[in-house]
């Protein structure tokens, strides 16, 4: 029944400031980029099944597994598409392309898979705090974690409705594509509704607490950076710069590869 | 006289895009301190005028508005909901979507940080106000974690957070269980001492409402009558004739012919002895006997449902279930009580095999749950979930009620024939062509039985059927469910109300911690108070009375039945 994003595991990545692991995030997702090769590809990928472990996200991955399964498949096939190559592998497909497909369906993988050590690792008022302390404004900090937290109400309502309409003799498990989707609708009206109810009311409960009274407010949760946040916040600048200064220099690039 | 706390000059509203008006022409003062109870049926626009209060209406609900409610001198119509946030506290129904940040402190610190009070004051008014609601160990947990009592109780601490001068609560207990509601009202019984403070509380149940100041009665948006707690209290007819809940108390000394009636089980065991009032016993003991045979009689049959030893633990680790053994005989009508995450619901969905058991057995007709599966087992398991809207999802009644019947391949003429005598069994006949969204609460939970009664299942359950109804629908509904019994269905209902329990159930169990309590019929459990306490039940107060008389009847009916003697 548990919905919640946030693991309360209180590891050391838990521990971290909100602003460095937004830097890491933001760090990893440029390292990401700076590669063609997929075999270059794999010290960031190392790197971010290191923050994986050491988090204990894997839970969360392993929620959406599904979710990331679709997007990888998917990924493949359309970044074979849209490049082409010289070695013929089979089919339609070349060896650069799929070469160069592999290394674009990673760096997704990476960058979802750090998304989600993000907001496994911190709450969501740290999150809010450590985008207010980067210079966004309150409001943007606040609808960023808002729609982070619908999330969790939106699953656990779906399966409270799906359980409602199971009950009834719905059977999404059989039938084709086409009746399958249809026989979501049952589901997708009562989540619908549910979420608007809940939105208004969350609505009504935020003001009635004095969301906006005054221009400026104060914030009791306190962060602050640590010694381990420098050395991480160090290490980061040493891995982005080195990805730089390689894709400069020319690396991590695949031969014969046209991508559009 | 000094100038009212909230002062409403006839104020009448009605919503974007309806034909009638929530509220007309309320005239309404609250002296300071005072602690006065909004009582009246669904849709007699209670949450309408508690919305005013705050300036939710006409600030956040479009809508229009006339006259003025004036709330220390702040009119709500210049200022916002943000900006009357300090002067008004609300509370709503809902304790889940009014709780939002991932943990207690950073919930209560919410408000003041909006007004930005410095930091060492907001972790002094955390402390405050965790200690006064009674949560001070729970300060760094999600509250998702929390019961639900327990989060209502913070929805109340982050509201008083902010030092309101008025706390405006709209039906802060209709989804708690007996002891939880007791939990709230203790609170609200030390607000209401405080002077500084003007509490407005929408209330269905009657026996917690004794300690208002004053009471105002309303119905289609007007105020039918405002006075004294007492006075209204005892005014039975006035009560049942506006839907709500008379006293059982008040009642049974209305019948005797009393004047000034009792209200409290206090009042009502010294005003018997008083009168010089004895029980007469055999009459008790007839009634008890009467309902033994009957208990005997059905556990005579094979049982429809058996567990044995049922365990459930979720994915995530948690044990819902520990071990429950019990039956269930074609034509109970079997309550199922408990707290709130005690695991009725989980209990009960073992049933239909929505959940299947970790641990023991459970048989339904025989077989097993897991080897007849959901589909199959949906067809004599019919289950009602406690929201209709998380159901409802056709534009018109007859798709929704037909739903069922054409999954489970009827003809066309049949599926029609079974809706509308389902749309009958329900009090709702001729409605196919409506649109169930436009329908009331009432009306939806009917759709949403009809719906799963059109598959004719052997045992039907009912997951909270009276909840957010008021009490002529509670008794409609529940009215329409002993029907459908009588017709040879199996009832379950799982319910926090223990009036519905005494009136309408034959067989009670009383689940805590995942384990069975008690069982038996509503007048054994009833008679065992201190155990129910531990499950965070309570028996009405009526029946609390007949206790201290040391017999448990249910209605005062019963009790007029046995008493004897006295000037009455």
Known sequence: ?260 | MTEPAIAIKGLTYRYRGTKKNAIEAIDLELEKGEFLVLMGPSEAGKSTLAACINGLIPHFHKGKLAGDVIVYGKNTREHTVSQMAEDVGLVFQDFEAQLFSTNVELEIAFGPENFAVPREEIAHRIDENLAYVGLSDFRNRPPSTLSGGQKQKLAIASVLALRPKVLVMDEPTTDLDPVSKMGIFEITDRLRRRSDLTLLVVEHETEEVLKANRIALLKDGQLVKVGPAREILQDIDLIESLGLMPLGIARFYRSLGFSDLPLTPDEAVAAYKEAGLTVVCAHHEALAAEEKRAAAAQAAKEPLIRCRDLEFTYPGGVTAIAGISLDVFPGDMVAIVGQNGSGKTTLAKQFNGLLLPTGGSITVNGKTTKEQGIFRLGQSVGYVFQNPDHQIFSETVFDEVSFGPRLRGLADDEVKARVAETLAAVGLEGTEAEDPFSMTKSGRQRVAVAAVLAVKPDVLILDEPTTGLDYHEQCSMMEMVKRLNKQGSTIIFITHHMWVVAEYARKVFVIKDGQLLLEGTPREVFAHEQELLEASLRPPHFIQFTNRLGYTMLRPEELIGCTEGGAG
């Open chain 1, 1 to 260: 029944m548990e919905s919640e994003l946030y693991l309360d595991y209180g590891t050391p990545y838990h521990r971290l400031d909100a602003r460095t692991k937004l830097i890491v995030f933001l760090g990893v997702f440029v390292g990401a980029l700076m590669f063609k090769n997929p075999i270059w590809q794999l010290p960031t990928a190392a790197l971010v099944l290191l923050q994986v472990a050491v988090s204990r996200s894997w839970r969360n991955l392993y929620r959406i597994r599904f979710v990331l399964l679709v997007m990888s498949v998917s990924s493949i096939i359309l970044w074979n598409f849209f490049s082409s190559g010289t070695t013929p592998l089979f089919w339609i497909f070349e060896v650069e392309s799929m070469f160069y497909a592999i290394n674009r369906t990673m760096t997704i993988l990476m960058i979802v898979s750090m998304g989600v050590v993000l907001i496994s690792t911190t709450r969501n008022e740290e999150l809010i705090m450590g985008m207010i302390r980067m210079g966004l404004p309150y409001r943007v900090g606040f609808a960023v974690s808002t729609s982070l937290r619908l999330v969790p109400t939106v699953a656990s309502s779906l399966m409270t409705i799906s359980q409602a309409q199971r009950s009834r003799g719905l059977d999404l498990e059989t039938g084709n594509i086409v009746d399958r989707l249809k026989k979501f609708l049952p589901l997708l009206v009562p989540v619908f509704i549910s979420s608007i109810r809940n939105t208004n009311i969350f609505g009504m409960a935020l003001e009635s607490r004095g969301f906006g009274a005054r221009p400026d407010r104060t914030y009791y949760l306190q962060m602050r950076m640590r010694a381990t946040d420098w050395v991480l916040l160090a290490l980061l600048l040493l891995y982005v710069a080195a990805s730089i200064w390689l894709n400069i220099a020319g690396y991590g690039r695949i031969v014969g590869l046209t991508n559009f």
